[in-house]
């Protein structure tokens, strides 16, 4: 297993602000992948965050509203910018278990609330 | 591409009755195959993942899946439903095709009536 934790767990925001989730895992990794739950959906990959050069958007994200920082191997942040109630969701940040596997492990997750 | 159906948005089971949650997977070649389990509040935990090495996989908490190729399928089951059981189950697929991304399923809520 893993221990990854994210900060903050929830959060209650204003439309309009940003909100930065922090996301600290256990061993040093090169992909960080960030995810976001919609209420009463599945998880939908957000962009893979590498080490060492620009995050990897999927269809459907852009950096102007989700900008990622990967400082180290060990560190993520995803940033929500220009919130509104759409973006309230829970966002999972996850690794995977090793540099030969596609199994990943998942942090407890950020539970956002814009109103 | 590869893609994952789950058959059932809500399953209901009395506790110690038995639980299947189905799958069918979408994929051209052998897939790598995942459960995951989501308690309320709480993040994804892994409970079994399929590699081709056995077609039934155990998992924790009792748990297990059968891949069936000629079915397309990989379904959950446990012999005896217990109330901590009740959480949202994910059947994901890594895409190969993609650099091994996760594709999740849609879901499935399994409620334990007691």
């Known amino acids: 297993s893993a221990v990854i934790s994210q900060k903050p767990s929830r959060d209650i925001c204003q439309r309009g602000t940003s909100l930065t989730i922090q996301c600290q895992v256990d061993?040093?990794?090169?992909?960080m992948f960030w995810y976001r739950q919609q209420p009463g959906q599945s998880l939908t990959l957000i962009a893979t965050?590498?080490?060492?050069?620009?995050?990897?958007?999927e269809s459907g994200f852009v950096i102007d509203k989700f900008p990622i920082s990967r400082p180290n191997l060990t560190f993520s942040t995803l940033t929500v910018s220009n919130m509104s109630p759409e973006d309230s969701s829970i966002y999972l940040c996850?690794?995977?278990?090793?540099?030969?596997?596609?199994?990943?492990?998942f942090g407890p997750g950020t539970r956002l609330t814009v109103l | 591409a590869q893609s994952v159906t789950q058959l059932d948005s809500h399953v209901s089971v009395s506790e110690g009755t038995p639980v299947l949650l189905r799958c069918n997977y979408s994929?051209?070649?052998?897939?790598?195959l995942f459960w995951y389990v989501q308690h309320p509040n709480k993040g994804l935990q892994l409970l079994l993942k399929?590699?081709?090495?056995?077609?039934l996989v155990k998992g924790i908490n009792g748990f297990e899946a059968e891949f069936k190729k000629s079915e397309t399928s990989f379904h959950l089951t446990k012999p005896s439903a217990h109330m901590s059981d009740a959480a949202e189950y994910f059947c994901?697929?890594?895409?190969?095709?993609?650099?091994?991304?996760?594709?999740f399923g849609s879901g499935t809520r399994l409620l334990v009536r007691p």
């Open positions: 399929y590699t081709s090495a056995a077609t």
């Open positions: 994901v697929v890594s895409d190969r095709d993609s650099s091994y991304k996760l594709i």
């Open positions: 061993s040093q990794v090169t992909m």
């Open positions: 994929s051209s070649y052998s897939p790598s």
């Open positions: 996850s690794r995977r278990a090793g540099p030969s596997t596609d199994t990943q492990y």
């Open positions: 965050a590498n080490q060492g050069s620009e995050a990897t958007y």
